[in-house]
């Protein structure tokens, strides 16, 4: 895989296949596509790339509102990568480039910087200032630019029943064997651990705090969640705290905390990768350290006995 930051510096593709878009959680749906334009690729004897655009377009276009997003940057491109994309173009996304007419868009930035043979969008893809564009306006303007538009018919996308917005809903109701179920994968969250009031050694539950490593990233539901875990290139299985600690903190500030079985040693302020399997259940207040420590004990237990787990 190569990505590419800077668009005025792009190499000449051979036969470039493309496709557009923001790609956020790279999701069943999206694989569809992706795997649409490799096959288009190898047919043509081309090359295949992929444009989206850092930052998110909806943080500049409503910079009030929280983003929210399923895949930061660095583990959007490991997924597209790993999906079989070769080229990865990563356009700045600017109130300059927002502004384009949906005809400047097609004419001075997807021909003008990428020469496509083929572009393969899905179909309900829009582009351009008020998003005015559409794949009819790509046919109309294929015979003067000389590449030829592909769309993924809806059924193939339907059929995977998978959008963004329904994933980010179901990870903020804390469903998040449904969320999995529409990445394909479970949810991640990349972060440090950092230290934090070492409560948990005192009821036999030692906890490693996590603070996230991109803040626009959504956080689930509050509540209890079977989690793996990886430190140094291993997984482990564990358990995870996403609240406010209300037995013993009258603080009301949100926790993101692992209790990880079977792991011994420290590991603060290294980076720690957490995959959500399973929520167990609400956080709740307990009347005593010694009432959430027998809670947490059923914790285990239930977080073990889950199959996928």
Not at 81 to 102: E, M
Not at 184 to 203: E, F, M
Not at 265 to 286: M, N, P, S, T
């Amino acid at each position: 895989m190569s990505v590419y930051t800077d668009i005025a510096r792009l190499p000449d593709f051979r036969n470039a296949v493309l496709t557009i878009g923001t790609f956020d959680g790279v999701h069943e749906g999206h694989r569809v596509i992706l795997g649409e334009v490799i096959r288009h690729a190898r047919r043509e004897d081309g090359e295949s790339v992929l444009i989206t655009f850092e930052p998110h377009p909806r943080k500049l276009l409503f910079p009030g509102s929280p983003l929210q997003l399923l895949t930061p940057l660095d583990q959007k491109l490991e997924l597209i990568s790993a999906a079989g994309i070769r080229h990865i173009v990563v356009a700045p996304f600017t109130l300059d480039f927002a502004a384009l007419s949906a005809r400047e868009y097609i004419s001075t930035f997807l021909a003008g910087r990428f020469h496509p043979r083929s572009i393969v969008i899905g179909y309900d893809h829009h582009f351009g200032h008020d998003r005015t564009g559409n794949i009819r306006l790509l046919e109309a303007m294929q015979d003067e630019f000389g590449y030829r538009v592909y769309e993924i018919p809806a059924h193939l996308i339907d059929q995977a029943a998978v959008s963004s917005t329904k994933i980010r809903n179901a990870l903020k109701a804390g469903r998040a064997e449904e969320a999995n179920h529409m990445l394909g994968r479970p949810y991640s969250i990349r972060g440090t651990v950092c230290r934090g009031a070492q409560l948990g050694r005192q009821i036999g539950f030692p906890t490693a705090n996590i603070r996230p490593a991109h803040p626009d990233q959504l956080i689930p539901a509050t509540g209890v969640y079977a989690v793996r875990i990886k430190s140094r290139d291993t997984w482990y299985r564990g358990m995870l705290n996403i609240g406010y600690n209300p037995t013993v903190s009258e603080e009301h500030v949100l926790r993101i905390e692992v209790n990880i079985f079977d792991f011994s040693g420290e590991i603060y302020d290294e980076e720690v990768e957490l995959g959500l399997i399973a929520r167990l259940r609400d956080e709740v207040k307990f009347d005593s350290l010694g009432a959430l420590k027998e809670q947490l004990q059923r914790d285990r237990i239930h977080a073990l006995s889950i199959p996928s787990f």
